[in-house]
């Protein structure tokens, strides 16, 4: 019976997260498309650890029951209750710590409206939002929605982050931006959301206005907003109605220079009855004086979002107190709703007068048409590291910028490598460097060595190194660090780790220029470019009829083969031939 009563847990916590469930029998239960799962009783008086040692004295799941057991009856899944939540494991795979949310199948929706969430709040809102893109992302697919909006307030830094985890889950990524504008006698506050690319370096210069231009009261001005206005839509903010009506003038200004202006509808609860009255009221005077009014912004459901779910919420009252001291603007209810727990509110909230099916429609068809426009992207395929300006005098010296950086970084090795060692320094040197070209971060290291000798030079004080920076050799070598990393066994991989900048070990083409060349074979690339390089340099090419790579000899390449240039010789190799 105690374990009877126990399970109940679980069938709640599955019911109020709205997974659909079959019990299967007293410990089993079967979540359609998740499979089977084995609830694990943790409160048991013979439980007392997760974890358990095997054998071998390796940490491993204190299972109940033999995982072997479990799999061979179909069961996958082992969950149990940790904290405040409960979590699976998958059998099949190492232990993880995983939520038990958002898997199998959902409870189907009673109202079936479209609906995009435009107001997420992330942990770049520092000590404010939580939960990272890719776990907002996580829900929204579960929901089944297209695409997800973040808006937080004054910084743009989630943008990056975003578009990476929505490419990966096939959601459009809409960036938005929660701000406070100044109009002169009285600050609105309100949001852009991105359309176009024209829009996106808009949102670029308004980030600069007020944390940049502005940073003592983070605002920007109503003058400077006007400026960026194409390529984004403005929501004014949900206590923004009598603004609205009191201010025609702004009010057509902002229509003139964005590509549409709306006024947020957001209902959601808070603790202070204040809040709620002040929300209540602004919403009550729109849809009363504004609604109708054909020159009046739309209406359009954004709910300001700072965490996933319910149960969530002590999140925002946590970071807020570690931020401030104390919490504000309380709530359990900003959290990431579906369309159903939002119609629930407007059907509370509406009067019989009110078309609610209707009203609730265009509220969320506002906000479909805010994402099914957002179009800009972050272009990922180029650096934008600013490229070195040599001088004059290091024209002539060197020539030209990677020349420059093979050389500084050759005196540097003969100046500051141990004689006795020099090999050891210079293999780890070729290593770091063959990365740093690859990955077209040449130009960035010579700023750096630039900023710090030019420092130095003028007796401005400058550190001997800083976090993962101590691990690179370069930089020693360079004298933007202080810190010989071979002597303190520091590694190079903190600072730049080849994975990690798309770079992995395989066979490559070997056309460097320490090949003795006596008879050339001339090459002409797709780009028109005709280069020569020595009969005995090595190429690895696809070659129609192989079904892998093949490593030739320059004068054994056929017409037609696909050369596998390595990135160091697309960068700069085949440059300088």
């Known amino acids: 019976m105690k374990k009877s009563n126990k399970i109940e847990e679980l069938y709640q916590w599955l019911t109020v997260n709205k997974i659909q469930f079959?019990?299967?029998?007293?410990?089993?239960?079967?979540?359609?498309?998740?499979?089977?799962?084995?609830?694990?009783?943790?409160?048991?008086?013979?439980?007392?650890?997760?974890?358990?040692?095997?054998?071998?004295?390796?940490?491993?799941?204190?299972?109940?029951?033999?995982?072997?057991?479990?799999?061979?009856?179909?069961?996958?899944?082992?969950?149990?209750?940790?904290?405040?939540?409960?979590?699976?494991?998958?059998?099949?795979?190492?232990?993880?710590?995983?939520?038990?949310k958002y898997v199998g199948q959902r409870e189907p929706l009673t109202h079936k409206f479209e609906f995009v969430n435009l107001g997420v709040h992330t942990p770049f809102e520092l000590l404010n939002g939580s939960f990272m893109p890719d776990q907002w992302i996580k829900k929204a697919k579960y929901l089944g929605h297209t695409a997800i909006g973040i808006c937080d307030r004054n910084t743009m830094a989630a943008c990056f982050t975003?578009?990476?985890?929505?490419?990966?889950?096939?959601?459009?990524?809409?960036?938005?931006?929660?701000?406070?504008?100044?109009?002169?006698?009285?600050?609105?506050?309100?949001?852009?959301?991105?359309?176009?690319?024209?829009?996106?370096?808009?949102?670029?210069?308004?980030?600069?206005?007020?944390?940049?231009?502005?940073?003592?009261?983070?605002?920007?001005?109503?003058?400077?907003?006007?400026?960026?206005?194409?390529?984004?839509?403005?929501?004014?903010?949900?206590?923004?109605?009598?603004?609205?009506?009191?201010?025609?003038?702004?009010v057509d200004d902002l229509f003139e220079a964005f590509?549409?202006?709306?006024?947020?509808?957001?209902?959601?609860?808070?603790?202070?009855?204040?809040?709620?009255?002040?929300?209540?009221?602004?919403?009550?005077?729109?849809?009363?004086?504004?609604?109708?009014?054909?020159?009046?912004?739309?209406?359009?459901?954004?709910s300001d979002c700072y965490y996933l779910d319910k149960d969530d919420a002590k999140n925002k009252i946590i970071l807020n107190k570690v931020a401030e001291g104390a919490a504000h603007e309380q709530s359990d209810d900003q959290y990431f709703k579906d369309a159903d727990e939002h119609y629930a509110i407007f059907e509370q909230l509406f009067s019989d007068k009110w078309d609610i099916e209707t009203l609730f429609k265009e509220?969320?068809?506002?906000?479909?048409?805010?994402?099914?426009?957002?179009?800009?992207?972050?272009?990922?395929?180029?650096?934008?590291?600013?490229?070195?300006?040599?001088?004059?005098?290091?024209?002539?010296?060197?020539?030209?910028?990677?020349?420059?950086?093979?050389?500084?970084?050759?005196?540097?090795?003969?100046?500051?490598?141990?004689?006795?060692?020099?090999?050891?320094?210079?293999?780890?040197m070729e290593y770091e460097k063959y990365i740093i070209e690859s990955t077209d971060n040449v130009d960035y290291l010579l700023v750096q060595y630039d900023t710090c000798n030019w420092a130095r030079r003028n007796n401005i004080l400058v550190g001997c190194g800083r976090g993962s920076a101590a691990g690179s050799l370069l930089l020693y070598l360079l004298g933007i660090t202080l810190i010989d990393p071979i002597k303190y066994n520091l590694i190079f991989e903190r600072f730049l780790l080849p994975?990690?900048?798309?770079?992995?070990?395989?066979?490559?083409?070997?056309?460097?220029?320490?090949?003795?060349?006596?008879?050339?074979?001339?090459?002409?690339?797709?780009?028109?470019k005709t280069i020569k390089v020595d009969k005995d340099a090595e190429f690895m090419v696809n070659r129609e009829g192989e079904e892998a790579p093949i490593r030739v000899y320059a004068d054994e390449l056929q017409e037609?083969?696909?050369?596998?240039?390595?990135?160091?010789d697309l960068i700069f190799t085949i440059n300088e031939l």
């Open 22 to 100: 079959n019990v299967i029998d007293e410990e089993v239960v079967e979540i359609p498309g998740f499979g089977k799962a084995f609830y694990q009783n943790t409160e048991r008086s013979s439980y007392n650890s997760i974890f358990r040692k095997d054998r071998d004295g390796e940490l491993i799941f204190n299972s109940m029951e033999e995982p072997s057991v479990l799999l061979n009856e179909g069961i996958q899944y082992i969950v149990f209750k940790f904290g405040d939540n409960f979590y699976y494991y998958d059998l099949e795979k190492e232990f993880a710590l995983n939520i038990l």
């Open 363 to 428: 509220c969320c068809d506002n906000a479909l048409i805010i994402a099914d426009n957002a179009l800009a992207r972050m272009d990922v395929t180029r650096n934008y590291m600013p490229k070195y300006d040599m001088t004059p005098e290091e024209v002539a010296k060197y020539h030209t910028v990677h020349n420059m950086f093979n050389e500084l970084l050759e005196e540097g090795l003969q100046k500051l490598a141990p004689k006795d060692k020099i090999e050891q320094y210079r293999k780890q």
């Open 499 to 528: 994975e990690r900048a798309g770079l992995y070990s395989a066979d490559t083409t070997i056309i460097g220029q320490d090949i003795t060349a006596t008879d050339y074979i001339e090459l002409c690339l797709e780009n028109g």
């Open 560 to 568: 037609g083969d696909d050369i596998l240039f390595d990135n160091k």
């Open 259 to 302: 590509d549409d202006v709306l006024y947020q509808v957001d209902l959601s609860e808070y603790k202070a009855e204040r809040i709620d009255i002040r929300v209540l009221e602004a919403t009550k005077y729109y849809f009363d004086n504004l609604y109708y009014d054909e020159y009046a912004p739309r209406p359009v459901l954004i």
């Open 162 to 250: 975003l578009q990476k985890e929505c490419g990966y889950a096939g959601l459009n990524p809409i960036f938005g931006y929660s701000l406070t504008v100044d109009c002169g006698t009285e600050k609105i506050g309100g949001k852009v959301y991105v359309q176009s690319q024209k829009g996106y370096r808009h949102l670029l210069r308004i980030q600069k206005a007020i944390m940049v231009d502005n940073l003592e009261d983070k605002t920007i001005s109503l003058g400077e907003l006007l400026k960026r206005g194409e390529g984004n839509v403005f929501v004014f903010d949900k206590y923004s109605s009598t603004f609205i009506a009191e201010n025609p003038d702004i």
